[in-house]
């Protein structure tokens, strides 16, 4: 990419692709396309198309999309398969026949089987079953790579995928019903130490194990990739540890100050019982994640704060 090469960053809004544009900026690319989805909602095929025949970008983010918690992916099964699909297809679709130079998708590592080796290897796609609470967006995402793949071999063009662990970072969703384990026990926590409580309710049993990337580290990496990796061959973006649910709520309860009692609610979903993803494809390629999670949670919890207080 050309410092001044016209880049639309598909989601720019999201925790994604929010962190792509402040990585963009900050290494002096000056020509970003963005649209709300307000603006251009791209699961409409005529709308993505009309976008790219005015604006003709030559590099794509493609960072939109339906995501959330285990809880909105299991209970919202349409929009998690169908939003998806629609925006995966429109845009690659709009970004072959518009000869854009590059498309880097985005994917999860939600994608590899519920029971698969571990650490997860790319070479594990498709290799059993999936885990049913994140299945339909999981189906969804395998749809994607493999899109990406076909116009890649049926026309050549070059789109890659990433597949990102666990994220969070500044700019995540905190909506207790719909977001993810740390922006959930981020607030949890912090709304227990204002009010007193003397317990906070986690879901599950506490044990799976999950591995955790600040939203900044996949950014760097993403923009790494997009210019010095073409191949087809979906990427592993992860930090190669992990931790179960209970020590990750142990360390958000000191950085939060909580001092009670956890309990565990059964009724909720454990979901996948580890998926730490194997990073070595990333490592040799010359990558590594950088920011600690400790200090990566403790930085969240600031950004929480102050937007939490600006509403
Ligand atoms: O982050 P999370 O919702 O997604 O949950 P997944 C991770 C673990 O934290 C699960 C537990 O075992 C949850 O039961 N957990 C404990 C909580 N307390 C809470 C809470 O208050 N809120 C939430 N949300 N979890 C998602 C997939 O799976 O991971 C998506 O559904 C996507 O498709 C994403 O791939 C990265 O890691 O289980």
Request: hydrophobic share 40%.
């Amino acid at each position: 990419m050309e410092q001044t090469s016209k880049i639309f960053v598909a989601g720019h809004r999201g925790l994604v692709g929010s962190a792509i544009c402040r990585r963009l900026d900050a290494g002096g690319f000056s020509n970003l396309l963005v649209r709300t989805h307000g603006e251009v909602d791209l699961s409409d095929a005529r709308a993505a198309e009309a976008l790219f025949s005015t604006e003709k970008p030559e590099y794509v983010f493609l960072a939109a999309a339906r995501v959330g918690g285990i809880l909105a992916n299991s209970s919202r099964p349409v929009d998690f398969l169908r939003d998806n699909l629609l925006m995966e297809t429109s845009v690659l679709d709009a970004a072959w026949r518009h000869g854009v130079k590059k498309v880097l998708c985005l994917g999860s590592s939600c994608i590899y089987p519920k029971f698969a080796p571990q650490p997860i290897r790319e070479d594990s796609l498709l290799s059993g079953p999936l885990e049913p609470t994140n299945e339909w967006y999981a189906i969804a995402k395998i749809a994607g790579i493999k899109l990406a793949q076909a116009y890649h071999r049926q026309y050549g063009m070059e789109a890659i995928s990433l597949m990102p662990t666990n994220l969070y970072g500044p700019g995540d969703n905190f909506d207790l019903q719909t977001s993810h384990v740390v922006p959930a026990l981020l607030r949890k926590f912090h709304e227990a130490v204002e009010s007193g409580a003397p317990e906070v309710t986690l879901w599950g049993s506490g044990s799976p194990r999950r591995e955790f990337l600040h939203v900044d580290d996949l950014a760097d990496a993403a923009v790494f990739l997009m210019e010095c990796y073409s191949s087809p061959e979906i990427v592993n973006v992860g930090v190669g540890e992990d931790l179960t649910i209970l020590e990750l709520a142990e360390m958000i309860g000191e950085i939060t100050g909580f001092r009670g009692k956890l309990r565990f609610d059964s009724s909720k979903p454990d979901g996948t019982p580890r998926k730490l993803l194997d990073v070595s494809r990333l490592t040799a390629l010359g990558w590594k994640a950088r920011i600690p999670l400790r200090e990566g949670i403790r930085q969240t919890y600031e950004w929480y704060k102050r937007n939490r207080r600006a509403g």
